[in-house]
């Protein structure tokens, strides 16, 4: 009788680091269109080194629990690691799964080195290295989702774009390997170090792989950014270091260089300046590591930027605010130049969205030039990216902006369209942000991840249980619960009637919901087509001209506006929905604003703090909110002629003009939940104060972390060791604090006065407590020195805790969580069925106090 895999007794003492076999699981729902594909800009590196090992014979497994786009999921083998019982399975041994048993079974790599097995839609594919000796490794491997490798988890590249090339450390003796793989197949081999003329291993050096490169623009100097990776090999963290980048024409520019983990890879930007060229090819800049201590360059590299003339197709690089990354988006200028003293307001601008897969320069370059707009094109943070959700969404936005400013568009003539993923991405651009385009014109899109087949959280009778917090958590993904904002702008709807990828329901579905109200609304079905038919179903002359037609009304006197969080979308020019009586519940507000006679009447549902912000068209205004005239004589006076913002609350005697809101308060620019602590340039400070396991585990998650940030939305996470943080500084940014606040002593600078108490023996917040040493948490709360950022928790309570944090989705969109969220080990068990391994949730109230919006379940349900 074979033994149960991963329920065996045997285990790793505490010095070597955490189990054997640990593996994480991301699987990922993408649109599988034909792809728009594009020719990068290609490093010149040295030749590539020689191969250690190509992985060819294996131990796979079926899946052995469950998961979806979800933030919870089964797993019996990842329940085995998290409790300290997993060992190093032989081929015949089993797994169970509930009664069912699932066998470990020898498998081979075949042609191209890709091990292809029907287990591996969802299931492990293990193979281990024989080392003489201990040193380091380059892992290049596809087609998985993740891998632990001796323990440590790494993301892995699912889309099998051969992008993450990893710094491992092998140990003498065996190495494990273990591939989480959704996709039926994976590819994987360790490489040597790259090395110098004289053999010696380098200690950082340039991936050559994943570049982000802009490109030049003839006759226009070049002084911009593009991002390269560097991996640091070494044991200790990257010194102090800095990037010498070297023109075509001598010109120099010189960046400095963050600081790397050891064995890991992080994107850095460096500086661009040259001359402007002449004409159209490539320019090729030496880009050096530089010691400060050495007369030779670290590491060397060449990088080629393409130079095209001004009306083609080119990519536009930036330094983005949410991370301090580089990244880029594609341009089709406009082929009519605005004249000087054009009173027009300038060109327009259309946003497009890309569908999965598809690169933003090629996205853009489907239009033909346009004379009365510019064609800007958002990368969604990669091809695949969000789903234009979450960093998605905040990368179209800061897009838009930035675009806007440097090419001098007109802000009413602004229109977004966007085609399958891209499709569903303006609706959600439009449906979160009516008051920023003037028309919105999906092509093939779906409409939300629950009408496209994904499951959804659904909440209960009780608007306060764990099922119903969570459920409100995903509410920004729900396009139909912002469907009212829709009515503000023009509406074109486009889908081919045959297509077999994105069903046509969708779009019809959004024709029953608005045809018969919404005021401006078109739509058409091409017959026969199917999910793409060439350039025309971007670039469709009606539906060209019917955004071409459309700038927004700012003088409307009626409006209407909806949102699920003021931390997305606030609201519109002079009011915001400050605060919600339920956080992420749909706030509403309505009414009317006559200028003339200086009356505001406003309707509202689900607002607790409601702010005006108006100008000098009435010499002072009465405001309406709820029927009741509001103010102490019921006219808001101008401030020296202009318009100051008046605050009002809901009050249980009715609405009440108020003062400023308390700067500590919830409010748009810090509102929660979890997933917000990651943009305003987050930086990760991770815990030393642990037992040697415990920094291990921790310092290893931080790692994933920042590397899977990187794979899936080209971006940074900026890393520190919690005895070198000084929040002094690293001022106006997000922390992320790795640990609790017994193993990480940053916590006393940040945390110490707030209510939030994690340690080995559980969570206490106010009158909310979990006790148990194998529970994993992750919290949002205000920083205390800064009043628009905030400090997250990634946090277990014990070791096993902190194994369970390994795990948790937060880089996936779809997933949501809110304020807090507090997971037991039996989240992972496959016995445990929905969201009944979640001990407490919570959004905090609006001075960030616990508040009644929060649950407990102590005791785990099975069912």
Known sequence: MSKLAGRSDRRLSRGSGYPRGIMSRTLAIVLLIPCLHVL?????????????????????????????????????????????SWATPE???????????????????????????????????LVTVDRDVAGPAILEARGHSMVYVNGAPRPGDPYANGSLRLPVMLEAGENEFIFKVGRGRVKARLVDVPRTEAGVAKTFFFTGADDTVPNAVVGVPLDTYAGVVIGNLGSKWMPDRSILVTGPGGETATSAMPAIPPGSVRKVPIRLVSAAVETPGVATFR???????????????????????????????????????????????????????????????????????????????????????????????????????????????????????????????????GHSMGGHGTWQAAAHFPDRFAAAAPSA??????????DRIEGDDDPHSIESIMARAANPSDTLLLRDNLDELGIYVLHGDADDNVPVDQARTMRRSLAESHPDFAYHEEPGAGHWWGNRCVDWPPLIRFLEDR??????????????????NAGGDWFRIAQQQRANAPSRVRGTRNDEEGRIEIFTENVARLELDLDDRAPAWTV????????????????NGRGAPAFYDRTPDGWRRRGVINPRAKRPERNGSFKDVFRHQPILVVGTMGDEEEDRVTLAKAIHDAEAFLYRGNGVLDMILDVDFDREQHPRRNVILYGNQKTNAAWSQLLADDPLEIDRTGIRFEGLEVTGDDLAVLAIRPRPDWATVSVGVVAGTGIAGMRLTERIPIFQSGVHYPDLVVFGPESIEPKTAGLQGVRAAAFFDHDWSLGDDHAVRETPKDE
């Open 624 to 639: 309406m909110i709820d029927g009741e005239q509001v103010g102490p004589d019921a006219k808001l006076d101008l401030l």
């Open 40 to 84: 990068a800009d290609r490093a010149t590196l040295a030749d590539p080194p020689p191969v250690i090992a190509d992985f060819e014979d294996f131990l796979v497994i079926e899946p052995v629990g469950k998961g979806g786009r979800s933030p919870v999921h089964t797993d019996a083998i990842e329940a085995a690691i998290v409790d300290g």
């Open 551 to 568: 700038s927004i009304d700012r003088d409307r006197n009626r409006f209407r506006f909806t949102t699920v969080s003021p931390g997305i």
């Open 445 to 454: 899109g779906w409409i939300a991840f629950h009408t496209y087949g994904a």
């Open 91 to 125: 081929g015949g041994d089993a797994v169970l799964v509930g009664r069912i048993p699932r066998i470990w079974q020898s498998a081979s790599a075949g042609e191209g080195g890709w091990l292809t097995d029907d287990a591996l839609r969802g299931g492990y594919a």
């Open 287 to 417: 880009v050096e590591i530089v010691d400060p201590g050495s007369v030779e360059p670290v590491d060397v590299r060449t990088l080629d930027v393409k130079a095209v003339e001004p009306s083609a197709p080119r990519r536009v690089t930036f330094r983005s605010e949410i991370d301090d990354s580089v990244q880029f988006y594609g341009l089709v200028p406009s082929s009519t130049v605005p004249r000087e003293g054009d009173p027009s307001g300038g060109p327009g601008l259309i946003l497009t969205l890309h569908g999965a897969g598809v690169d933003a320069r090629r996205q853009a370059a489907a239009y033909a030039p346009k004379d009365f707009a510019h064609v800007v094109a958002p990368t969604n943070r990669r091809k695949f990216g969000f789903d234009w959700e979450d960093w998605g969404r905040l990368d179209a936005m800061e897009v838009l902006d930035h675009a806007r400013r440097t090419l001098g568009t007109d802000p009413d003539r602004q229109w977004v369209t």
